[in-house]
């Protein structure tokens, strides 16, 4: 999961209210950020069967946003990712996606249950590639809609 939290209520207590119009600016960067975010997970995420970039959505609140990524019952956002504990899947029992007994790294040879090899699609580390692009995307939109606000006091 991405998180992006923000402090504007803290911030406007301790500044005598913030002009709406910089308020209002912070909030829409941070709305368009999530959904640049969800459009570029969904671009590298794996797409063979499409459950994975189905699973990928973001959801919106008053005080921060979230892009989530993941299959129910199957860790594939951390796996992908390459996330500790998750760099490599030990497959013991029978499961729809790979042969057993097998271990498994995201983008090196595996075999599916039919015995074929796996081919596979998207980009190892899509949400850490993904969570990049919103940080740098995120503080260029904030300066530049706060810049515009100051500027038309």
């Known amino acids: ?7 504007i209520k803290e911030l406007s207590v301790t500044l005598n209210k913030l ?3 910089i308020k209002k600016g912070y909030f829409s960067s941070i709305q368009q950020t999530t959904k640049l975010g969800e459009g570029i997970a969904k671009s590298l995420a794996p797409i063979k069967r499409g459950v994975l970039r189905e699973g990928i ?3 919106i609140f008053k005080d921060r946003a979230e892009l989530r990524s993941g ?4 860790p594939y956002n951390f796996w992908v990712n390459q996330t500790s504990p998750f760099e490599v899947l030990h497959f013991r029992r029978r499961n729809p996606f790979f042969k057993v007994p097998q271990d498994v790294v995201y983008g090196q040879s595996a075999v599916s249950p039919s015995g074929r090899n796996i081919v ?6 899509y949400m850490d590639v993904t969570a990049q692009i919103m940080d740098k995307n995120l503080i260029e939109s904030i300066n530049n809609t706060i810049s515009k606000a100051l500027k038309s006091k």
């Open 19 to 21: 002009p709406s119009k």
């Open 1 to 7: 999961m991405i998180l992006i939290k923000s402090n």
């Open 57 to 59: 959505y973001s959801r």
């Open 120 to 125: 596979w699609t998207g980009m190892p580390a």
């Open 71 to 74: 299959v129910s019952g199957f």
